[in-house]
């Protein structure tokens, strides 16, 4: 249900139409884009990845979007290249769950996530407001930098 919470949300709030697709198909969410004029798309990596691999979307049925968004699954950072290089869109995410309600950890609209040099992996982004997150180690307390751990989420979601 990646972005279902949030881009429901935001097409109510904002009035702006809401396009669903019965079942995904890279040129079928392309041609509604164009046809709608979309803003924002919420769409699942995978999505996002189908249409960078499809040849037959092109750049400028994605041309009225402002904002596109991702969650779901981590994102490969050279997707995210290859995105912008092919379409001129970055890809925001971040990590939500439907037990927090939605996003609670995103890349902010202003950046582009950090990429670790040593293992390529991209960042998910900070905490959103009033949200605190951190990684605890098997006994609950915050882990070590480079530890592996499980994610802790508390805050107003």
């Not at 969410?29 to 092109?58: K, P, W, Y």
Request: proline share 6%; charged share 15%.
């Amino acid at each position: 249900i990646t972005g279902l919470i949030a881009g429901l949300a935001l097409a109510l709030v904002r009035a702006a139409p809401l396009i669903l697709t019965y079942r995904f198909h890279p040129n079928v969410t392309a041609d509604a884009i164009e046809e709608h004029g979309a803003g924002v798309a919420f769409c699942a990596i995978t999505a996002l990845m189908a249409m960078l691999n499809e040849g037959t979307v092109r750049a400028d049925q994605l041309k009225s979007l402002t904002t596109i968004c991702s969650g779901g699954a981590p994102v490969p950072a050279q997707v995210l290249r290859d995105f912008k290089a092919k379409f001129g869109h970055y890809i925001y995410h971040g990590y939500g769950m439907t037990e927090t309600n939605g996003p609670v950890i995103l890349v902010p609209a202003d950046r582009e996530a950090p990429i670790d040099e040593l293992t390529g992996t991209l960042s998910i982004g900070v905490p959103t407001p009033h949200t605190q997150a951190w990684i605890a180690d098997d006994n609950g307390a915050p882990a070590a930098i480079g530890e592996q751990g499980e994610i802790i989420i508390n805050g107003s979601s």
